[in-house]
């Protein structure tokens, strides 16, 4: 469980290796966005990006600090976050 | 929470929005145990989801104060993988637990309805709903031009909810034809607040054209989404934008209650006047038991919490005010129906399991659900179906109620810790 105590400020997450600032407090998948990286790359080849927003459909599945499958609109941002889109 | 640990607790309430927030602090009064468990990082659901700027709605911010004020546990973070025998398996992003009740109220809510036309699975196009949940998560949309599409009284809640945030909302799509719309104003004269709540949405987004008997037919773009056609009152034009922002209302999360052996009545729960549910010791709460609103869903959530603690007689106080609520919700599923159109949007290689690739073409030589997910591995993904068995629902009549543990994916290790529970502890 993540926790997103402060929601001042800006932080500095990675995707895919490269910074990404980001206002604190903000999810996963919205630092994706703003890599402006797909989320994933499906069975045949898509670049797919968040669709629900609220943990449903799995779309914006990610490897996090190194733990796959997790879904990025369900996790907080914080300081330091590795975020790769290998999936 | 370590691996395995068991707890329990009088009442046990899954889903942290507006019902599930209404059923706990209820059934807390009672001088009860009472333990809300919630997939999001802090409770409100989808309706009060917390923006990154904590603003909180008039309601939001009254039960909020009245959750943290009372005795409830909130068990934030966490998914229901399994239920069984009086028996929840909750697992986190690092544990997995057993929580054992007495009572249980689902207020598990429901989700957007996508339905397949060439283009959807493009970035950026999302729900609208999940459009708004991502601007709540810190997406800035200062300056993008946003079409906003689909059906039901969210679509004007999200446009204005956008603009609020410096987008800009060309236009809201409405499948649904102006008379019908015209109807449903006369019902909602009869709910005050309901109307100025229209109202104020409306003009919020006063910049917008607000078009009815329109909906997309393609999403265009290369690496993302550029453009979006639309049927315009029968006319198709194109409109260049940076989101789609498209749901086609809701879809009730009923895949717990199915679990737990709950009778369905057409897509809903079953509950009699007390919420409870054909499973005696499990009660349901919002839209599980049909669409009908944040009021409504708060009202049968403290129906639920006094119902479950045994207080028949202030549950059965409310049930003239639910009945009201109802009518409403009535009033907006004859409004809102789906056209027969929206079935032909989609061609032959449009994908309609978006977890497995799998076309139209291919699931509809099939004459089941369970048939295409045997031959095709639609619905077999991630999402379970929670998309594509939605929309094959609607595309084909297909009856698509199926659920089967874990209800959602799930470690290794915590279907370890289940099967080890069901046989026994033989490992």
Known sequence: MRSDAATTGVITVRVNQRPVRIVNGASVAVAVLAAQSACRISVTGENRAPLCGMGTCFECRVTIDGKAHQRGCQITCI????????? | MSNGSATSADVAVIGGGP?????????????????????NAKPGGQIWRRSIENQNSQHAAFWFERLAKSRVRVVSGSRVIHAERGELQVETDDSISRLRFEKLILATGARELFLPFPGWTLPNVVGSGGLQALVKSGLDVAKKRVVVAGTGPLLLAVAAYLCAHGAEVVCICEQA???TLTNFAGTMLRFPAKISEAVKLRLASRKTSYLTNAWPVAAIGGERLESVRISDNGRLREIPC?????GFHLVPNTELAQLLGCQLSDEFVATDDYQQTSMGKVYCAGEPTGIGGMELSILEGRIAGHAATNKKDEASRLFTERARYRKLALAMEKTFRLRH???ELASEDTLVCRCEDVTLGRVRKHTSWKAAKLHTRCGMGPCQGRVCGAAARFLFGWNVAASRPPVFPARCSSLAEVSSQVHGGSQ
């Open chain 1, 79 to 87: 300081e330091g976050m590795e975020i790769r889109c290998d999936e």
């Open chain 2, 242 to 246: 940076d989101y789609l922002a498209c």
């Open chain 2, 177 to 179: 034809p102006m008379s």
């Open chain 2, 341 to 343: 159109e929206l079935k």
């Open chain 2, 19 to 39: 019902a599930g927030i209404a059923g706990a602090v209820t059934a807390a009064e009672s001088e009860r145990d009472v333990v809300l468990i919630d997939d």
